[in-house]
Nanobody, 123 residues
Framework: QVQLVESGGGLVQAGGSLRLSCTASGSSFSSYAMAWFRQAPGKDQEFVAGTWRGGSAVDVDSVKGRFTISRDNTKNAVYLQMNSLKPEDTARYYC?????????????????WGQGTQVTVSS
């Protein structure tokens, strides 16, 4: 069983930055694909970025060049650095994990989820 705990969300003005962190319990963290999803009110949950042993990816066109995902296997942690934030980035951000050698992109493909952290960007 893996427990995920996110932190780093908050209220920020447009143009500001936040760094989300997700810390995982358990062992073999390096074997896990880790992802960030987000869900805004009234919208579907979407895959934002992910990292696995083969690399990392940021999928959402609107955040490419602004968001960066990274991981520190020594700390069992994954991070989402968010720069130049926009009001449309406002959402609840969730960390997800699955033991995998590829990068799943569907929410249903992940086995473990954090409770989420709220990001609110004011204009």
């Amino acid at each position: 069983q893996v427990q995920l705990v996110e932190s780093g969300g908050g209220l920020v003005q447009a143009g500001g930055s936040l760094r989300l962190s997700c810390t995982a319990s358990g062992s073999s963290f390096s074997s896990y694909a880790m992802a960030w999803f987000r869900q805004a009110p009234g919208k579907d949950q979407e895959f934002v970025a992910g990292t696995w042993r083969g690399g990392s990816a940021v999928d959402v066109d609107s955040v490419k060049g602004r968001f960066t995902i990274s991981r520190d296997n020594t700390k069992n942690a994954v991070y989402l650095q968010m720069n130049s934030l926009k009001p449309e980035d406002t959402a609840r951000y969730y960390c997800a994990a699955r033991c995998a050698s590829w990068l799943p992109r569907g929410a249903h493909e992940y086995d473990y989820w954090g409770q989420g952290t709220q990001v609110t960007v004011s204009s």
